[in-house]
């Protein structure tokens, strides 16, 4: 069975410092992984994703992803947080033709 | 271009009564999902629609949930007899294909509050 899980389901950081928001799965087979976020009443966007190829994607706004198949994570980081960053992020993990597999999100909070 | 969109963005309505959800997926998007977050909780599937294909409803929570989707394109989620624990923010997204590299555009949600 796939799943995803995000540790931490809030997380403060100060502005200017490291973001780190931490994702693992599991699956059977080779995944597609992806982050999304959404702001106080909005939809999902896409940050990044990994399909196949370069195992560091970059995305939108700053943010990284770093998919590590031995650890089975998708962890993912920004090197400087901003006040706008506040938001809710969600992993997700999508195989074959299978819908996709959300992780239950993170909240982010960023202390000015 | 046009993205994802939903309407109502609101909807309350009284605990018994039936509510339909619209969602308009970007043209061109083969693929359209419906999904449900509940306050502070994860995304939750409800069901999957894919071209001509018959749909994946293995997330719908019970017979009062139906969902349709009209020449391909738009879709309509039916709430019956809602109940106060169909409070939630509905939201629907579509993507481009079944390809598991597409990745799924999001509208901006329908907020319903069972009274």
């Known amino acids: 069975a796939q799943s995803v899980t995000q540790l931490g389901s809030h997380v403060s950081v100060s502005e200017g410092a490291l973001v780190l928001l931490r994702c693992n799965y599991s699956?059977?087979?080779?995944?597609?992984l992806f982050w999304y976020v959404q702001y106080p009443n909005q939809g999902l966007q896409l940050l990044l994703k990994?399909?196949?190829?370069?195992?560091l994607v970059k995305g939108i706004n700053g943010f990284e992803a770093e998919f590590k198949k031995s650890e089975t994570s998708f962890h993912l980081t920004k090197p400087s947080a901003h006040m706008s960053d506040a938001a809710e992020y969600f992993c997700?993990?999508?195989?074959?033709?299978?819908?996709?597999?959300f992780g239950p999100g993170t909240s982010l909070s960023v202390i000015p | 271009g046009a993205g994802v969109s939903q309407s109502p963005s609101n909807k309350v309505t009284e605990k018994g009564k039936d509510v339909e959800l619209r969602c308009d997926p970007i043209?061109?998007?083969?693929?359209l999902y419906w999904y449900r977050q509940s306050l502070g909780q994860g995304l939750e599937f409800l069901i999957y629609?894919?071209?001509?294909?018959?749909?994946?409803k293995s997330g719908l929570p019970s017979d009062r949930f139906s969902a349709e989707r009209t020449g391909g394109s738009v879709s309509t989620l039916t709430i019956q007899r809602t109940q106060q624990e169909d409070s939630a923010v509905y939201l629907c997204?579509?993507?481009?294909?079944?390809?598991?590299?597409?990745?799924?555009?999001f509208g901006p949600g329908t907020r319903l509050t069972v009274l």
């Open positions: 997204a579509s993507s481009l294909g079944r390809a598991s590299y597409n990745e799924q555009f």
């Open positions: 997700a993990l999508r195989t074959s033709y299978d819908k996709v597999i």
């Open positions: 699956s059977s087979v080779p995944p597609y």
């Open positions: 629609f894919q071209g001509n294909s018959a749909p994946d």
């Open positions: 043209s061109g998007h083969t693929a």
């Open positions: 990994y399909t196949t190829g370069a195992t």
